[in-house]
């Protein structure tokens, strides 16, 4: 893999690429301080909407503005045909591989993954063993990480299949741009993505339990508290479907019911951003206050669906991902169209002596971790948070993978110095339902605003970027 830096805007000679260049035209033209008092409008728009990421842990506040880069991030209309039928590719081969291992399980006894590697993964749900769901459907919303490496190629970083997040800011993004600057909608040809969430609606209807023929479908929150709720009220109101919490919802008979003013209605769809240890007291977490008594019950009795299904973060757990390329192989019968990073499996012994003594250059990060933390970065870490490190994985390798620290891309991004390259990757969010997967063109870029930095998490200080995919 290529340790230089591909920069999304200029080539290795600092040529413009073509599809950028009508936009560098117009940066070129565009006064600075204009640029610095549109970047402030951004600012107080988002805080007067209230687009903010809760962060847990911060005694100074628990809510955050995620910073808004005015400097789109822009991909060819080729290009993201390319990537589009590989993502499609990869969600299509990971809701089959949940279907097989809690159903036939043929790819483990084919030996094509470790069996202890799914069996014995806190994620594997046990209870969903021979449950059928519509459609064989598991992961109906994938959020798919793709980094582009040193000589411009795509990789995958990782699958979430849980309760992927970050679908609104991909939308009000795109609404901040076009209020901002609307003579660059004219000059350019631009692939929409306002319309996700009627997409994503009728993605959902499509996984009705049988017989329904006018669904119900409601998006169920962990509550005002969630790093997301933005985001979950955002998707309700679009969708026109109601916001509910687990108080709301009741079982009776194995069916659904939602509390209303008008009396109890059944629930046919659950739009579910709650994690699957809090859904259903009765079953997981039995301390949980946020999910409904009975909802396994339900779910198992096909009385309702649940969107993504339970069990589904078996599939993007970090210790699986390095088998995604063989599930392709394995259930479509073709060679992957998006590679996966390189990866080091620290339970294999000759993994594990390899990672210890490279952790400088590696990335190393725990299977179940999420949101940037609980890894190390060894280019940016200390000698002592080396060593910090290197004895929790001493302590316990089967917790851990590596990885090669990525060359990144860059991007030109508008920060307090002025204009100034930084590291980005990109999150397209790809729909599966009865009639088939659906995308909308592009996804949520996000973009490390401290120099030098490779994490682009909103939790550790990262922005996002308007994503545009042209049309032409």
């Known amino acids: 893999m290529s340790t230089a830096f591909y920069n999304e805007m200029y080539d290795s000679d600092a040529g413009l690429r073509p599809h950028y260049r009508a936009f560098a035209e117009w940066l070129d033209a565009m006064p600075a301080e204009r640029l610095e008092r549109k970047r402030a409008e951004a600012d107080t728009a988002f805080h007067r909407v209230g687009i903010t990421f809760a962060v847990y842990g911060e005694e100074a506040g628990t809510e955050r503005l995620i910073p808004f880069d005015i400097i789109p991030r822009i991909i060819p209309a080729a290009e993201w045909a390319q990537l589009e039928a590989g993502l499609r590719q990869r969600v299509q081969a990971l809701n089959a591989f949940l279907h097989d291992i809690y159903h036939e399980q043929a790819i483990l006894k084919a030996g094509c993954v470790p069996a202890e590697q799914v069996l014995n993964n806190a994620q594997f749900r046990r209870e969903m063993i021979g449950v059928d769901v519509p459609s064989g ?38 609404k901040m741009m076009m209020r901002l600057f609307p003579e660059l909608f004219s000059r350019h040809m631009i692939a929409p993505v306002q319309h996700y969430p009627d997409l994503l609606l009728d993605n959902l209807r499509t996984v009705a339990p049988t017989g329904v023929a006018n669904p119900t479908v409601v998006l169920l929150t962990p509550g005002a508290y969630n790093s997301a709720y933005f985001e979950h009220t955002f998707l309700a109101q679009q969708m026109g479907i109601e916001l509910v919490e687990g108080r709301d919802l009741f079982v009776r008979d194995e069916t659904v019911f939602m509390r209303t003013t008008q009396g109890p209605q059944r629930v046919d769809v659950i739009y579910r951003r709650l994690d699957d240890d809090f859904l259903d007291p009765l079953v997981f977490n039995k301390d949980s206050m946020l999910g409904v008594p009975g909802l396994l019950s339900a779910y198992r009795a096909g009385h309702v669906t649940l969107a993504n299904a339970i069990g589904t973060g078996v599939a993007d757990d970090k210790s699986v991902y390095p088998y995604v390329p063989d599930m392709i192989r394995f259930y479509l019968g073709e060679e992957p169209q998006l590679n996966n990073v390189p990866t080091w499996m620290l339970r294999k012994p000759e993994d594990l002596r390899y990672v210890l003594a490279h952790l400088p250059e590696l990335v ?9 933390y609980g890894m190390l970065v060894g280019p940016a870490a200390s000698r002592s948070e080396i060593e910090a490190f290197r004895a929790r994985i001493i302590a316990a390798p089967e917790k851990y993978i590596a990885q090669p620290t990525l060359a990144l891309s860059n991007c030109p991004t508008f920060v307090d110095s002025g204009i100034a390259p930084r590291h980005l990757d990109l999150r397209p969010f790809v729909l599966s339902g009865k009639r088939g997967g659906g995308m909308v063109p592009g996804g949520l870029t996000r973009v490390a605003l401290r120099a030098g930095s490779l994490v682009v998490n909103s939790s550790q200080g990262g922005g996002t970027k308007d994503t545009w995919v042209l049309e032409n």
């Open 137 to 174: 459907i598991y992961a109906h919303i994938a959020g798919v990480d793709i980094v582009r490496a040193g000589a411009g190629e795509s990789y995958v970083l990782e699958d979430n299949l849980r309760v992927p997040s970050g679908v609104s800011y991909m939308i009000e993004d795109r």
């Open 364 to 372: 190393v990060k725990e299977v179940h971790g999420a949101g940037g």
